[in-house]
Structure formats: structure tokens, C-alpha cells
């Protein structure tokens, strides 16, 4: 909604603010340069990702409504969870697992409202 209301002000660029800002208030809890040279690496490839994510991710919210925006934006953590239980094998509780597929089924439910047969024929 903030893109919308200040749409002036360059979206990619407040979004970019915001990590050297992280950065310092991410130093009054740990030593962010106490880290091996892999975990650099790392952390630079999670932070080009990450930073080109927030790019498409704040462009394409400015294409779609705001109320849309927030719940494609809540499926985030469902996938989030099964990508880790994938790649990490990191086994999530079964609460978590009931939490997703309720959060899921929702942003499905709500994708298959927007597509009804009768839209795609007027949409042609």
C-alpha cells in the first residue's frame, strides 16, 4: 500500500534502503564480520537473490491490487517451510504442516475464483 500511496518515490530504491539499515541494527546484536570466508560466499549469493526477489517482488506488486499483493504475500511462509523440509530436510512440525496447507488452499482457492471459465472467455 505504501507504493501506492507515495507513488513519487522510487519503490526498487526504498527497498533498497532497507538492507544497509538491517545491516546496522543487525551490529548492535552480533558481529556481522565474524564469518569464514564460505559463509561470505554464501551470504553473498543469498543476499543477490534476496535482492533481486525484493525487485520483482515490489514491481509486480504495483501491477496486481493491494489486497491480492497480501495474500499472495502469505504464502510466502508455507513455501517457505516446505522448501526447507525439501531442501534441508528439516522435518516441521506437524502444526506448521496444517498451517500451510490451510494458508495454501486459501491463496488456491482464491486463484481459481480469478480464472472461472466465464472470465477467460471475456479476457480473450
Given amino acids: 500500500m505504501l507504493i501506492r500511496t507515495f507513488d513519487s ?3 526498487v ?18 558481529d556481522p564480520l565474524d564469518v569464514s570466508s564460505r559463509d561470505v560466499l554464501l551470504l553473498l549469493v ?9 525487485v520483482l517482488w515490489i514491481e509486480g506488486t504495483k501491477l496486481i491490487p493491494a489486497a491480492e499483493s497480501g495474500l499472495l504475500g502469505s504464502a510466502e511462509t508455507p513455501i517457505a517451510i516446505g522448501l526447507a523440509w ?4 528439516e522435518a516441521p512440525p506437524a502444526t506448521s504442516l496444517i498451517g500451510a ?5 486459501t ?18
Wanted: charged share 10%; net charge positive.
Fill in 9 to 11: 518515490t522510487d519503490p
Fill in 13 to 30: 530504491l526504498a527497498g533498497a534502503a532497507s538492507g544497509p539499515l538491517l545491516f546496522l541494527a543487525g551490529w548492535f546484536f552480533t
Fill in 46 to 54: 543469498f543476499g543477490l537473490v534476496f535482492a533481486g526477489a525484493t
Fill in 86 to 89: 525439501l531442501l534441508l530436510s
Fill in 101 to 105: 496447507a490451510i494458508v495454501l488452499l
Fill in 107 to 124: 491463496v488456491l482457492a482464491h486463484a481459481r475464483a480469478d480464472f472461472k471459465p466465464t472470465q477467460l472467455a471475456v479476457r480473450r
